[in-house]
């Protein structure tokens, strides 16, 4: 009976003191949970604290460095910190891009990427995709027109479509193959039910010199590259792939007023990170770069290179990532002839 009573008392003093151990465990968890989560919430409100490396995956001086030095030297303002360029050229931009999808997630590397990652994985140069990283923003796009000869007898773009489907394979389209401004070229066939006749060319420069000379019929251009020839009447512009007519070009029609509601070529520059970066570090870079395309001195200098400014945001961006990306791969076989 004595012990009985002695071990019931022992036992209920026992499983206060295991209680309030578990009780005090637990509140240690619970504590320590919540100091992760304040901390982590601190370095969220601390991002970015340094420089944010930006991996730029082509030469100096081409039109994506161009227009990325523009991003780079007014991040600070609307970032709250530095944005070097680290020019990584090579295979078509995909050098630097395999180079970025191997950088910690951690918000402090970013690379550009434009619509010629999936040309290039469309036609197997690469196995990067824009899925491969995290959309951040599109800040930087650059119209395409459909430019020919001014000695040409197209006058417009409505006689330019209709000799094309008249004479399959006899226009010559200067592109680069395999690149976006063949993705270009080869949405406008597409559309219009044409076959050209392709020939190559590394570079923009490289074909409006060539059309100029008279040695293709027709090339994908833009304002930078083209503008100057045809203010001179050597060349002339018959479409442009912008949502609205632009203001350096007012007599040039859209291709979406001509009735060509898909035809929306541009090359958008834009920023993405490694997969897996804090949504909350996404937010904070989107939310100033989406300030930085109200700036009115960074609008003007990215006109003066020859660029529109068209603010993306993450969602917004993957989506036009994902539905170019599902054009160019419905268009492959024709980039691969």
Same mark, same amino acid.
């Given at each position: 009976m004595f012990y009985d009573v002695l071990h019931h008392a022992a036992h209920g003093k026992l499983g206060r003191m295991l209680a309030s151990?578990?009780?005090?465990?637990?509140?240690?968890l619970g504590l320590g949970a919540a100091g992760l989560a304040l901390s982590q919430s601190a370095q969220?409100?601390?991002?970015?604290?340094?420089?944010?490396?930006?991996?730029?995956?082509?030469?100096?001086?081409? =039109?994506?460095? +161009?227009?990325?030095?523009?991003?780079?030297?007014?991040?600070?303002?609307?970032?709250? %910190? *530095?944005?070097?360029?680290?020019?990584?050229?090579?295979?078509?931009?995909?050098?630097?891009?395999?180079?970025?999808?191997?950088?910690?997630?951690?918000?402090?590397?970013?690379?550009?990427?434009?619509? =010629?990652?999936? +040309?290039?994985?469309?036609?197997?140069?690469?196995?990067?995709?824009?899925?491969?990283? %995290? *959309?951040?923003a599109s800040l930087a796009s650059s119209p395409q027109f459909l430019v020919v000869n001014a000695d040409s007898d197209w006058k417009t773009f409505e006689d330019f479509a209709e000799y094309a489907k008249a004479h399959p394979g006899e226009i010559r389209v200067g592109a680069t193959l395999g690149g976006i401004p063949h993705v270009h070229a080869a949405m406008i066939e597409d559309a219009i039910g044409a076959q050209f006749r392709y020939v190559g060319?590394?570079?923009?420069?490289?074909?409006?010199r060539g059309l100029v000379g008279g040695h293709i019929d027709a090339s994908i251009g833009d304002i930078s590259s083209s503008l100057e020839f045809v203010k001179n009447g050597d060349l002339r512009f018959l479409a442009v792939g912008s949502k609205e007519r632009l203001e350096q070009t007012p007599d040039v029609p859209t291709f979406k007023e001509l009735g060509y509601d898909n035809l929306?070529?541009?090359?958008?520059?834009?920023?993405?990170?490694?997969?897996?970066?804090?949504?909350?570090?996404?937010?904070?870079?989107?939310?100033?770069?989406?300030?930085?395309?109200?700036?009115?001195?960074?609008?003007?200098?990215?006109?003066?290179?020859?660029?529109e400014v068209d603010f993306m945001g993450p969602q917004t961006y993957a989506d036009y990532l994902a539905d170019i990306d599902a054009t160019i791969k419905r268009l492959s076989g024709k980039l691969a002839r």
């Amino acid at each position: 009976m004595f012990y009985d009573v002695l071990h019931h008392a022992a036992h209920g003093k026992l499983g206060r003191m295991l209680a309030s151990s578990g009780a005090i465990a637990s509140l240690t968890l619970g504590l320590g949970a919540a100091g992760l989560a304040l901390s982590q919430s601190a370095q969220a409100d601390d991002y970015p604290d340094h420089a944010i490396e930006f991996i730029v995956p082509w030469s100096p001086g081409g =039109g994506s460095d +161009a227009l990325m030095r523009i991003i780079s030297n007014s991040a600070e303002k609307h970032i709250g %910190q *530095p944005m070097p360029v680290m020019n990584m050229p090579g295979v078509s931009g995909t050098i630097g891009l395999k180079e970025l999808a191997q950088k910690d997630p951690d918000g402090y590397t970013v690379g550009q990427i434009h619509e =010629g990652l999936m +040309a290039s994985n469309a036609t197997g140069l690469t196995q990067l995709n824009w899925d491969d990283f %995290q *959309p951040i923003a599109s800040l930087a796009s650059s119209p395409q027109f459909l430019v020919v000869n001014a000695d040409s007898d197209w006058k417009t773009f409505e006689d330019f479509a209709e000799y094309a489907k008249a004479h399959p394979g006899e226009i010559r389209v200067g592109a680069t193959l395999g690149g976006i401004p063949h993705v270009h070229a080869a949405m406008i066939e597409d559309a219009i039910g044409a076959q050209f006749r392709y020939v190559g060319y590394e570079g923009t420069g490289a074909r409006i010199r060539g059309l100029v000379g008279g040695h293709i019929d027709a090339s994908i251009g833009d304002i930078s590259s083209s503008l100057e020839f045809v203010k001179n009447g050597d060349l002339r512009f018959l479409a442009v792939g912008s949502k609205e007519r632009l203001e350096q070009t007012p007599d040039v029609p859209t291709f979406k007023e001509l009735g060509y509601d898909n035809l929306n070529l541009s090359i958008n520059r834009g920023i993405v990170a490694p997969k897996g970066i804090d949504p909350a570090k996404v937010e904070t870079l989107a939310k100033g770069f989406e300030a930085m395309s109200k700036d009115p001195e960074f609008i003007k200098r990215v006109n003066n290179a020859g660029a529109e400014v068209d603010f993306m945001g993450p969602q917004t961006y993957a989506d036009y990532l994902a539905d170019i990306d599902a054009t160019i791969k419905r268009l492959s076989g024709k980039l691969a002839r």
